[in-house]
C-alpha cells in the first residue's frame, strides 16, 4: 500500500512564503501522479496542484503563479512552494497520489491520501 506523509505547515503572514513536503512509500506507477489538495473550514476539497513522475507540473487555474509543484524521486518526496499567501490560503492541505491529471489540472481520479497538514495564514 501507498503511505503518504505530509510535512511544513504551519503559521505565516500575508505575503509570506510555506514549502509543504510529501513523502511516499510503496510503489507508485510511473503513469500515476501525485498532487495536493486543500480543504478549508465550510469549503469542499479542491484540487491545487498536480506532477507526473516525469516531472511535468500542472496547477488549478486560481494557483497559476503563487505556487510551485515539484519533486525529488530520489527521496520518494514531492513539495509545493507556496508564496505570496493570504488569508484565504489557511485551510488543511492533502497530499495525493492518482491516476490522471484532470481538466481542472490537478492530480485526479486518487488512490491515496496523506492525512493533511495545517497550513494558517494570518
Known amino acids: 500500500d501507498v503511505q503518504l506523509v505530509e510535512s511544513g505547515g504551519g503559521s505565516a503572514q500575508s505575503g509570506g512564503s510555506l514549502r509543504l513536503s510529501c513523502t511516499h512509500s510503496g510503489y507508485i506507477s510511473s503513469r500515476q501522479c501525485m498532487g495536493w489538495y486543500r480543504q478549508a473550514p465550510g469549503k469542499a476539497r479542491e484540487g491545487i496542484a498536480g506532477i507526473r513522475r516525469n516531472g511535468e507540473p500542472y496547477y488549478a487555474s486560481s494557483e497559476k503563479g503563487r505556487f510551485t509543484i515539484t519533486q525529488d524521486n530520489a527521496k520518494n518526496t514531492i513539495y509545493l512552494q507556496m508564496n505570496r499567501l493570504t488569508p484565504e490560503d489557511t485551510a488543511m492541505y492533502y497530499c495525493?497520489?492518482?491516476?490522471?491529471?484532470?481538466?481542472?489540472?490537478?492530480?485526479?481520479?486518487?488512490?491515496?491520501w496523506g492525512q493533511g497538514t495545517q497550513v494558517t495564514v494570518s
Open positions: 495525493a497520489a492518482g491516476t490522471r491529471i484532470s481538466v481542472g489540472d490537478y492530480c485526479d481520479d486518487t488512490t491515496a
